[in-house]
């Protein structure tokens, strides 16, 4: 179990450290359509290399799914989150410590007075309704997409991992201009750690994540038929 947990940390951790990496370094260079798809090969690239070990959860909201679907323990939800929060938490911190190294760096065209790490806020003219729909339905697209890919008996085999990446690039394209698009509870959660005015917003990053995953599950439990069985 515990080379499970550390996939997952060191997973999250290098979803955080490159994908929100690539917002600080050329945001203003390669814009949503750019963003959105280093956090989709970032993805394919981790399922390809830990989806053996740990599945590549690498996300609080697909690990809740895969409780709810009856693919994981109670007790192993726990831990792959726990790891999760802890490796977004290290790439975040990662990002923050090589961001403070040059202070007068032009971070892809972002001036030091506006630099961030790629956080979960609202952005102008966005309201909290409108981002809470917005997460929670590009979750449940993600999760189920997640869920149909991996089933043992309906999913694609070698090809989830390519499918999972380009429903993450997807989202994050079209979910970006409303608040930077989460849709996973660890990625807003470490970079927040560094930056505290990100944390009123966090409650839409949790709960419409949580909302979309469980949603995801339903559906896919009616189109495929049942539950599946802990492995």
């Known amino acids: 179990m515990m080379k499970k947990l550390v996939a997952e940390g060191v997973g999250t951790m290098f979803l955080v450290l490159l994908a929100c990496g690539s917002a600080v370094l050329a945001g203003p260079s390669i814009g949503g359509l750019g963003i959105g798809l280093c956090f989709g090969l970032v993805l ?11 599945g590549c959860h690498v996300n609080p909201a697909v690990s809740f799914a895969m409780f709810l679907a009856g693919r994981m323990s109670g007790k192993d939800c726990v831990g792959y989150i726990v790891f999760q929060l802890l ?25 030091a007075p506006d630099k961030y790490l790629a956080t979960n806020v609202l952005q102008p ?22 869920l149909g890919a991996t089933d043992a008996s309906k999913g694609f085999g070698k090809f989830a991992g390519l499918a999972i990446g380009l429903a993450l690039g997807l989202v994050n394209i079209v979910g970006i201009p409303v608040d930077n698009c989460s849709v996973n509870p660890a990625r807003s959660f470490g970079p927040a750690v560094f930056c505290p005015e990100a944390w009123g917003d966090f409650w839409i990053m949790l709960v419409g994540p949580a909302i979309g995953a469980v949603i995801a599950v339903i559906c896919w439990v009616a189109m495929a038929g049942g539950r599946r069985s802990i492995k």
């Open 125 to 146: 003219g966005a309201t909290s309704g409108m981002a809470l729909l917005s997460e929670g339905l590009l979750t449940f697209f993600f999760v189920l997409i997640v």
């Open 44 to 54: 394919v690239c981790l399922c390809y290399c830990i989806g053996n070990i740990s």
């Open 87 to 111: 490796g977004a938490t290290i790439g975040a911190g990662f990002l923050f410590w090589f961001m403070n190294m040059a202070p007068e760096f032009n971070f892809g065209g972002t001036t």
